[in-house]
């Protein structure tokens, strides 16, 4: 049977598609209801005994929130561009120029958004 004509190979290459690209849309996605609804989660420290320990998830709640939110989609970019933008070879001295730089920023960007919501 041939591949294109084949459903199941076509379902198999949509749901494999849809799984790959879920690694940089829920961040995404979850970005904006933060910044839409005003209330979210947002990781940070938390304490064990004498020990802090990272990744408890605090709840925040407007200021703090939006900047959570905006956290959520700057490591969505960050994941788009490091994971799905890789330079090729033959690609744009442009678009090597822009991607590198995006990547650092946006990386650098999602921490300070959650250091800011964290501290409000």
């Not at 200021?63 to 994941?79: P, R, S």
């Not at 690609?91 to 990386?107: D, I, T």
Request: aromatic share 14%; hydrophobic share 50%; proline share 3%.
């Amino acid at each position: 049977m041939d591949e294109e004509k084949n459903p199941l190979e076509r379902i198999k290459r949509r749901l494999l598609w849809s799984l790959v690209n879920l690694l940089w849309l829920l961040p995404l996605v979850y970005g904006i209801k933060c910044l839409v609804t005003l209330n979210g989660r947002c990781m940070g420290p938390g304490r064990i005994g004498y020990k802090t320990k990272l990744g408890k998830l605090h709840s925040v709640e407007g200021e703090a929130a939006v900047w959570a939110g905006l956290g959520y989609i700057a490591i969505a970019v960050f994941v788009y561009l490091y994971v799905y933008k890789k330079a090729d070879a033959d690609a744009s001295w442009g678009w090597q120029l822009v991607r590198s730089p995006g990547c650092c920023a946006s990386l650098l960007a999602f921490a300070w958004f959650w250091y800011k919501a964290l501290h409000v």
